[in-house]
């Protein structure tokens, strides 16, 4: 069946720290991708999509490219914040619109 | 944009208890879902639901039923509630159509005593 791996966390960074938390994942044809955050005490919002092969995802200086030949997609992040502190899932949806996977969640702690 | 409210933020009942967990979507979704989620197993998908009266058993629904009487609204409950079903749940709801993401609602922390 469909799956989603993701790093193990947590990560620790410190303020303005380079970021990448590793997905892949396992899915016949061509699932859509997408990266939620769940901050404390809160349900998971929407970080960013991919549809397609080679798409990129971006929004709030997050960015992940959906790499087919490598079946990843992850998360990249120039210089993180203390606030960009919370839990981060990678997840699909297969080809048919019918399974969505989420991943473990990968928890990032940004010090000052 | 698109709301999911749950009932509740935090709820505390006694072992026994009978306890409804509600959500709302206010976006004509036809998907509506219930998971749970705890330390170290991640989110774990309870029921869910294609349509008004559909229901579809996921990965644990074991102690929990459901009830979709109308499209926006999607009822989690639990028959006798146990102390390991002390978890946050979450609520989420998608449209059929294409390859949509989930959205969810803020989550509802239920302890059992």
């Known amino acids: 069946g469909d799956s989603v791996t993701q790093m193990e966390g947590p990560v620790t960074l410190s303020e303005e720290a380079f970021l990448t938390i590793n997905c892949t994942y396992t899915a016949t044809g061509y699932p859509s991708l997408f990266w939620y955050v769940q901050y404390p005490g809160e349900g998971l919002q929407l970080l960013l999509k991919?549809?397609?092969?080679?798409d990129k995802g971006s929004n709030k200086g997050f960015e992940a490219t959906y790499r087919k030949e490598t079946t990843s997609f992850h998360l990249e992040k120039g210089s993180v914040q203390v606030s960009d502190s919370a839990v981060y899932f990678c997840?699909?949806?297969?080809?048919?619109?019918?399974?969505?996977?989420f991943g473990p969640g990968t928890r990032l702690s940004v010090l000052p | 944009d698109v709301k999911v409210t749950q009932s509740s933020r935090y709820l505390v009942k006694r072992t026994g208890e009978k306890v409804f967990l509600e959500c709302v979507q206010d976006?004509?979704?036809?998907?509506m879902f219930w998971y749970r989620q705890d330390p170290g197993l991640g989110l774990r998908l309870i029921y869910f639901s294609y349509d008004v009266k559909m229901k579809e058993k996921g990965d644990i629904p074991e102690g929990y039923s459901v009830s979709r009487e109308k499209k926006e609204r999607f009822s989690l409950i639990l028959e006798s509630a146990s102390t390991n079903q002390t978890s946050m749940y979450l609520c989420a709801s998608s449209f059929t159509q294409g390859r949509d993401e989930q959205y969810f609602g803020p989550g509802t922390r239920l302890t059992v005593t």
């Open positions: 997840a699909l949806i297969d080809n048919y619109g019918q399974n969505f996977v």
């Open positions: 991919a549809t397609k092969a080679d």
């Open positions: 976006m004509d979704h036809e998907n």
